[in-house]
């Protein structure tokens, strides 16, 4: 039986199973995590941070456009999706600054 450094290559071993070879790429826990969720999103300033485009409801000239708008993650890397949120809170400042209203 080979020897193995990890548990589960040693688990499937001790199973029956024959040249097992595991991998490590050596990340740590919280090394690539994505923290989301601390400026809720929502139409009443009493229970949410943000409005719908972003933007502070207490100071009208800040948005997050990071993961704190977004409660939680799917199963993906939410890059993307900052980078829609992002431009659409853009166009949306862009358009209140030509307005006079930012």
Known sequence: MQRHDGIRGRYVECRGFQRV???DRGCNPGLG???MGTAR???DPKTSVLNGNNQLHAVKNVFVTDGAFMT???CVNPSLTYMAFT???ANFAV???KK???
């Open 100 to 102: 006079g209203n930012l």
């Open 33 to 35: 995590i994505h923290e």
């Open 72 to 74: 939680s993650a799917a």
């Open 87 to 89: 431009a659409r809170a």
């Open 21 to 23: 070879k595991t991998y």
């Open 95 to 97: 358009a209140e600054l």
């Open 41 to 43: 999103m929502g139409r």
